[in-house]
Each structure stands twice: as structure tokens, then as C-alpha cells.
């Protein structure tokens, strides 16, 4: 890890974050760097169910890539492996949140865009600025996926910042907190997921997607393909004993 990026686990919820606020939390090498070791850690960390991505202060989440880092190094076309996203150019099994805490523009839309869900502060905003700039966004293909695609197109189109209640309401944004709950809101939010059969919860996050890759019948047969190991491991049969015995299932992941 660098001091820029942070990582902390708290009753089975990892946070990794930005801490950058000097530059608002902008992702230059080091910030970078440190995103891929700290979901490289988590991915390897066995006490850590769920990840949240957030950002510190209270004005940006992440405000996208450093102009002046990039100005400096003359860059055009970035790597695919320029900053992780997950599904891409770095797997992640377990669960992601993004706890938006303020301007998520940009790289920093890509970020939030990247993890299965997003719990915003009221104050938070997104937008995709790359075309102000005349840079561009190839990584947002997958957004007319999550919203509606006249939203998309708007998005990709205007660069203006939708509000957290906008983006609450087309569905981009999973709750909403105000900025001084949105650490608490998110840590429940994660704990709920961490209670879950870790097994299941994996194999829910990878069906969720399918029929966005394959045709429906391929969908139904690629997630009966997913599930049938978590229908024959030791958790459903604990899962079924707990709820018999009227206790809390305690879970192995086998």
C-alpha cells in the first residue's frame, strides 16, 4: 500500500481509500498503484467479505485522472490496466460497494461505475467530463447496462453532473446517506452482504450479469452451471440445519 491509498478492515468490510484530498483525490501513479494492491489484498484477504471503495474529505470521491500528471507525461490512449476495473483488467469474486462521498467525475465515475453497488452522500455528484476536455470514456460501454440508455447517452454526451438523488432515481445509485451517516449507512449496508453464505453470495454476484453477456437460454444454462456447486456444499446443508435449529448459521465457504 502508499499513503495515498489506505486499508482497513472492520467486521469483515474492507475500505480502501483515496487519500488525496489535497488533489481531490485524483488518481496519479501512486493513487493508482495503490488500487490495485489494495484490491490485489483484499482478494487475498480471507476476514474480508465485502470491499468499499471510498474516497477521504467530504468534497470529492474521486474528481478522475491527474490533468497535470497526464499533461506532464503527454498521455493519449490509457493502458487498459491505467486504474482497475473490476470484471476488466482485475477479478474480483466478492462483493464491491463504492461509497461515494462527494465529486465522482471522470476516472472517478469509471470507479463507482466498476463496483457492484453505490451508496452516495446527499452532496455527492457524477459525471463523465471527459468530453469537456476532449478526452475519452470507452470504459463507460457498460453504462446503458445499469440505467436506462437516453440517460446514458445524456451522460456521455453533456458531461454535466447528475445529483445524487438523479442518479438515485435512474437506478446508478443504491442509497443515499447524508455525508456525515455515509460511513455508518455503507458499513451496515456491507454487513448484511457479509452475513450472507459467502458461497451463494458469490454465485449471485456472477448471475446477475449473464443475461447482459449471453441470450436468455444460455443464461439459464451458464447459472445452473454457477449454482449447482453451492446446491451440493456444506453451507446449504448448514443453512437449512441453522434455520431448523432457530440459530445463525455459521459458515465455511465449502
Given at each position: 500500500?502508499?499513503?495515498?491509498?489506505?486499508?482497513?478492515?472492520?467486521?469483515g468490510?474492507?475500505?480502501?481509500?483515496?487519500?488525496?484530498?489535497?488533489?481531490?483525490?485524483?488518481?496519479?501513479?501512486?493513487?493508482?498503484?495503490?488500487?490495485?494492491?489494495?484490491?490485489?489484498?483484499?482478494?487475498?484477504d480471507?476476514?474480508?467479505?465485502?470491499?468499499?471503495?471510498?474516497?477521504?474529505?467530504?468534497?470529492?470521491?474521486?474528481?478522475?485522472?491527474?490533468?497535470?500528471?497526464?499533461?506532464?507525461?503527454?498521455?493519449?490512449?490509457?493502458?487498459?490496466?491505467f486504474?482497475?476495473?473490476?470484471?476488466?483488467?482485475?477479478?474480483?469474486?466478492?462483493p464491491?460497494?463504492?461509497?461515494?462521498?462527494?465529486?465522482?467525475?471522470?476516472?472517478?465515475?469509471?470507479?463507482?461505475?466498476?463496483?457492484?453497488?453505490?451508496?452516495?452522500?446527499?452532496?455527492?455528484?457524477?459525471?463523465?467530463?471527459?468530453?469537456?476536455?476532449?478526452?475519452?470514456?470507452?470504459?463507460?460501454?457498460?453504462?446503458?447496462?445499469?440505467?436506462?440508455?437516453r440517460?446514458?447517452?445524456?451522460?456521455?454526451?453533456?458531461?454535466?453532473?447528475?445529483?445524487?438523488?438523479?442518479?438515485?432515481?435512474?437506478?446508478?445509485?443504491?442509497?443515499?446517506?447524508?455525508?456525515?451517516e455515509?460511513?455508518?449507512?455503507?458499513?451496515?449496508?456491507?454487513?448484511?452482504?457479509?452475513?450472507?453464505?459467502?458461497?451463494?453470495?458469490?454465485?449471485?454476484?456472477?448471475?446477475?450479469?449473464?443475461?447482459?453477456?449471453?441470450?436468455?437460454?444460455?443464461?439459464?444454462?451458464r447459472?445452473?452451471?454457477?449454482?449447482?456447486?453451492?446446491?451440493?456444499?456444506?453451507?446449504?446443508?448448514?443453512?437449512?440445519?441453522?434455520?431448523?435449529?432457530?440459530?445463525?448459521?455459521?459458515?465455511?465457504?465449502?
Amino acid at each position: 500500500m502508499t499513503n495515498e491509498v489506505t486499508y482497513e478492515v472492520d467486521n469483515g468490510v474492507a475500505w480502501l481509500t483515496i487519500n488525496r484530498p489535497e488533489a481531490r483525490n485524483s488518481l496519479n501513479k501512486a493513487v493508482r498503484d495503490g488500487l490495485f494492491d489494495g484490491v490485489h489484498l483484499f482478494n487475498k484477504d480471507n476476514q474480508a467479505k465485502v470491499l468499499v471503495l471510498t474516497g477521504s474529505g467530504e468534497k470529492a470521491f474521486c474528481a478522475g485522472g491527474d490533468l497535470k500528471e497526464m499533461a506532464d507525461n503527454q498521455l493519449t490512449v490509457p493502458p487498459v490496466d491505467f486504474v482497475p476495473q473490476f470484471g476488466r483488467n482485475i477479478q474480483v469474486d466478492k462483493p464491491t460497494i463504492a461509497a461515494v462521498n462527494g465529486a465522482a467525475f471522470g476516472g472517478g465515475f469509471l470507479l463507482a461505475q466498476t463496483c457492484d453497488l453505490c451508496v452516495a452522500s446527499a452532496t455527492a455528484t457524477f459525471s463523465i467530463s471527459e468530453v469537456k476536455i476532449g478526452r475519452g470514456s470507452p470504459w463507460a460501454a457498460p453504462l446503458s447496462w445499469m440505467i436506462p440508455p437516453r440517460i446514458a447517452m445524456e451522460i456521455v454526451l453533456t458531461g454535466v453532473p447528475l445529483t445524487a438523488a438523479r442518479a438515485y432515481e435512474v437506478g446508478l445509485v443504491n442509497r443515499i446517506a447524508e455525508p456525515g451517516e455515509l460511513r455508518s449507512v455503507t458499513q451496515e449496508f456491507a454487513e448484511q452482504i457479509a452475513a450472507n453464505a459467502p458461497l451463494s453470495v458469490g454465485a449471485g454476484k456472477k448471475t446477475v450479469r449473464l443475461t447482459a453477456e449471453h441470450p436468455l437460454a444460455d443464461a439459464f444454462d451458464r447459472a445452473e452451471q454457477i449454482w449447482e456447486p453451492v446446491y451440493h456444499s456444506d453451507d446449504a446443508q448448514e443453512g437449512m440445519r441453522a434455520f431448523r435449529e432457530k440459530r445463525k448459521p455459521v459458515w465455511k465457504a465449502h
